[in-house]
């Protein structure tokens, strides 16, 4: 894509954080009876965190994909 801030053709780097959808996964393991350990697994699959696009150019924010 064209990059807004810096007017470069880039490919995006993605930058994964927990978000809404990896919080309620941890939620709803937890009720399942998964309390000991397994409930933090959500923290550890990429498909269920919240990505942000970023510039590598100049580090410019392009855009959040929110998974919920």
């Known amino acids: 894509m064209c990059c807004p801030s810096c ?3 880039v490919v995006t780097q ?3 954080h927990a978000g809404a959808l990896t919080w309620l996964s941890c939620g709803g393991l937890c009720l399942l009876g998964c309390w000991i350990g397994c409930c933090f697994i959500p923290f550890c699959i990429d498909a269920l965190q919240d ?3 970023h510039c590598p150019n100049c580090r410019a924010l392009l855009g959040t994909y ?3």
Request: net charge positive; proline share 0%.
């Open 66 to 68: 929110r998974r919920l």
């Open 51 to 53: 990505v942000d696009h």
């Open 14 to 16: 993605l930058v994964h």
């Open 7 to 9: 007017n470069q053709m």
